[in-house]
């Protein structure tokens, strides 16, 4: 029998997400035993994972989805985890902070309305480029170091997110497209990258918004047999806080296309 080709897709594995020294800017309940998890399973089976991609948020702190962006009628920037509905900026109860930006701000949240995926959110600043959030979490990337040495191989690293204008929870393609940016365009070369593969496994942060808008997208890229090879280490990926209902609906979704469901000690 032919081996399978296994992909292990790791998104986001970063400190300010995985709140190992307490100063973490987002951290989301539950990643720092994800991590760990995840980091055993890559030691004890490396031998039968072909790939390890990795996606890393990289933002700066001037960027539409945090709160120095936005101000109210009174001239306050929201706070981390306001909503930013199109209504409310068609009222006039939020603008953009930069008059030159106004336009595309207000353009930008009817565009998030119209494709329906969701509400702007107003994020803590996370995962600035250059500061030690921005960084893998030290647990596993010290099992992905120890793999790429065993092998010689080369976990690559995609980011997104560096486009100050639109919201880039998916590391396949921007939520709102921003002109004249290609980063923010459908990436092909992940994509085609993990066409490539039987098995692709599914982990990482936040299992309600970034590694359910990265499989979302990459499922829409997907015939119906390849969306099969898609499988969520579900014991390696856990949600923001509150938002609960987003990572089951994404998995309940996802489950119906095809997705499959193992854990960490089970699938090898």
């Not at 399973?41 to 031998?47: A, F, L, R, T, Y």
């Not at 306050?76 to 106004?102: C, S």
């Not at 939520?175 to 692709?200: A, C, Q, S, W």
């Amino acid at each position: 029998m032919t081996k399978q080709k296994v992909c292990l897709l790791t998104i986001d594995p970063q400190n300010d997400f995985v709140n190992r020294d307490g100063n973490a800017t987002l951290a989301v309940p539950g990643a720092i035993a994800d991590m760990d998890r995840l980091a055993k399973m890559v030691e004890k089976h490396g031998d039968e994972i072909d790939d390890i991609q990795i996606t890393m948020d990289s933002h700066y702190h001037v960027a539409i989805f945090h709160s120095c962006w936005w101000v109210d009628k009174k001239g306050n920037n929201p706070k981390p985890f306001m909503l930013i509905p199109d209504d409310a900026v068609v009222a006039g109860d939020f603008r953009a902070f930069d008059p030159d930006r106004a336009k595309w701000s207000a353009d930008y949240v009817k565009a998030l309305k119209d494709n329906k995926r969701y509400v702007l959110c107003i994020w803590p600043d996370h995962c600035i480029i250059g500061s030690p959030g921005q960084c893998i979490d030290p647990v596993f990337l010290k099992a992905v170091t120890a793999w790429e040495t065993r092998f010689f191989a080369t976990a690559p690293r995609t980011t997104k997110g560096s486009c100050p204008y639109t919201e880039h929870y998916s590391a396949v393609k921007a939520d709102v497209e921003y002109p004249g940016d290609p980063k923010t365009r459908l990436n092909f070369r992940l994509v085609d990258t993990l066409k490539k593969y039987d098995v692709i496994l599914a982990a990482g942060e936040a299992l309600s918004h970034c590694l359910n808008f990265t499989m979302s997208d990459i499922a829409a890229e997907f015939s119906d047999e390849q969306v099969k090879k898609i499988v969520l280490l579900e014991d390696a990926a856990s949600n923001v806080g509150t938002f609960e209902k987003m990572g089951e609906d994404f998995v309940n979704r996802m489950v119906a296309k095809g997705m499959r469901i193992a854990k960490t000690t089970t699938f090898f």
